[in-house]
């Protein structure tokens, strides 16, 4: 009979520890704040700026914005000339990547990704990407996709404030490959 309720407080011990287990900080999870995707036409004739444009709206759906030299000679081409295309996006970065990631057979190089666990690649055509069809009138474009991460309280960042993110709460390039890797089931090679 003495055994009976050490028995059970055993067991609402076992319980209570269960329910106690060690829950993830959900300001250590990590997210896409934003895609840019860029299309780079230098002083090609037959490759426009506004070809490009095209393409990348194809692929986004979104307004593209046509980039414009700086300087007085970039790449031979005078200043305030049009030399590429390029879109950012913040709302569905997650579909939209899924579907870049296809078109590079789902392999990112370790050397891609920065020490604050940003990451970039390049898709060679842009016919390889899933749900983009060819089209003769264009001319083939390849681009450059870089992904931006970030976690929850980075916003402190982007103000014009003295505060800075600490080190801890930085995203490390280990960190970035590792969401990568169970995110999207990517290789890294």
């Known amino acids: 009979m003495l055994f009976v309720p050490l028995i059970l407080h055993l067991i609402l011990v076992l319980k209570m520890m269960k329910t106690k287990e060690k829950k993830e ?10 895609i840019v995707l860029n299309i780079g036409c230098g002083k090609d004739p037959n490759k426009t ?6 393409i ?20 031979g081409v005078a200043k305030n000339r049009p030399i590429g295309a390029m879109v950012t ?23 891609s990704f920065d020490n604050f666990g940003n990451f970039a690649f390049g898709i060679p055509e842009y016919i390889l990407i899933p749900g983009v069809k060819y089209d003769h009138h264009l001319p ?7 992904v931006t991460l970030e976690r929850p309280g980075y ?35």
Do not use: Y
Not at 56 to 75: A, E, P
């Open 25 to 34: 900080n959900p300001m250590r999870n990590i997210r896409i704040e934003k």
């Open 49 to 54: 700026p506004e070809q490009a444009a095209e």
């Open 56 to 75: 990348l709206r194809r692929i986004t759906g979104r307004k593209v914005v046509i980039t414009r030299t700086h300087k007085r000679s970039t790449f």
């Open 89 to 111: 996006i913040r709302k569905g970065a997650e579909e939209i990547l899924k579907r870049l990631l296809e078109a590079a057979d789902r392999k990112i190089k370790a050397s």
């Open 140 to 146: 083939i474009f390849g681009l450059d996709v870089c």
């Open 155 to 189: 916003r402190v960042k982007r103000k014009r404030l003295w505060k800075k993110i600490g080190k801890n709460h930085l995203i490390t390039k280990e960190e970035a490959i590792n969401w990568v890797k169970e995110k999207f089931n990517v290789e890294i090679v």
